[in-house]
């Protein structure tokens, strides 16, 4: 099975940028549709970006769209996530997330069964 190790979380300002990487272990990334899922304290996980195995069809929830670019890289094994004009609301744990199951079950969790570990994402008003 993949396994995802997020990385580029950390504390910034409002109106800031970070980019999230998050790398797979191995070459069967190529395979798996990816998404981006955040987490506040006290909050359910919600739906944030998702990408198709070529990159060719993204997909955004309302409330980071225009802010946010997901992309991947398949040589890479990695995909990322670009935040511009970032908001406190937007602080939470961001993990990704990689499955092969249906598009039109994007938004779902449980859509995928791997995930990685997190990387926290706080911003400071």
């Known amino acids: 099975q993949v396994q995802l190790v997020e990385s580029g979380g950390g504390l910034v300002q409002a109106g800031g940028s970070l980019r999230l990487s998050c790398a797979a272990s191995?070459?069967?990334?190529?395979?798996?549709?990816m998404a981006w899922f955040r987490q506040a304290p006290g909050k359910e996980r919600e739906f944030v970006a998702t990408i198709t195995t070529s990159g060719g069809i993204t997909d955004y929830a309302d409330s980071v769209k225009g802010r946010v670019t997901i992309s991947r890289d398949n040589a890479k094994n990695t995909v990322y996530l670009q935040m511009n004009s970032l908001k406190p609301e937007d602080t939470a744990v961001y993990y990704c997330?990689?499955?092969?199951?249906?598009?039109?079950?994007?938004?779902?969790?449980?859509?995928?069964?791997?995930w990685g570990q997190g990387t926290q994402v706080t911003v400071s008003s």
């Open positions: 191995d070459s069967t990334f190529s395979t798996y549709h």
């Open positions: 997330a990689a499955g092969r199951g249906r598009w039109s079950m994007r938004y779902s969790p449980l859509n995928y069964p791997y």
